[in-house]
């Protein structure tokens, strides 16, 4: 088994001689991007493009922040009204009224009254 590892190596090692690769290809480093070369925005001091305020000042609002917070709220508001006022849609609900309908029809009652033999679990 260590024979024939030895001899995979072997046979591999020498499929590219270091004699192949020329010797600029081993001092350069090729790099390709696809967006035309490698980017870095340099640090300016400004946080989300605000510059640092002094101390004690206040942050000016945007026009556009204010109805975007009450547009985002609202519509938190308006959908969990929606999804806690939804019509129950279940199969369970349903098979219930539907037992109860049916119990009711052939006369007897849908409310469960244990026996006066029967025992209750201590």
């Known amino acids: 088994m260590a024979s024939m590892r030895n001899g995979l190596a072997k046979s ?3 499929r590219i001689l270091p004699s ?3 010797s600029t290809s081993r001092t350069i480093v090729q790099r390709r991007y696809a967006s035309g070369g490698e980017h870095f925005n340099e640090p ?4 989300f493009n605000e510059f640092p305020r002094k101390d004690g000042a206040k942050r000016q609002k945007e026009d556009w922040e204010t109805i975007w ?5 609202g519509g938190m508001a308006l959908a969990f009204a929606i999804f806690w006022f939804r ?3 279940s199969i369970s609900s349903w098979a219930l009224e539907e037992a109860k309908a049916r119990l009711e029809a ?3 009652s849908a409310r469960y009254i244990p026996s006066a033999d029967s025992r209750r679990p201590s």
């Open 44 to 47: 300016s001091g400004m946080l």
């Open 20 to 22: 192949q690769i020329s």
């Open 12 to 14: 591999l090692h020498h």
């Open 87 to 89: 019509p129950d849609t």
């Open 106 to 108: 052939r006369g007897d």
């Open 69 to 73: 917070y009450v547009g985002m709220g």
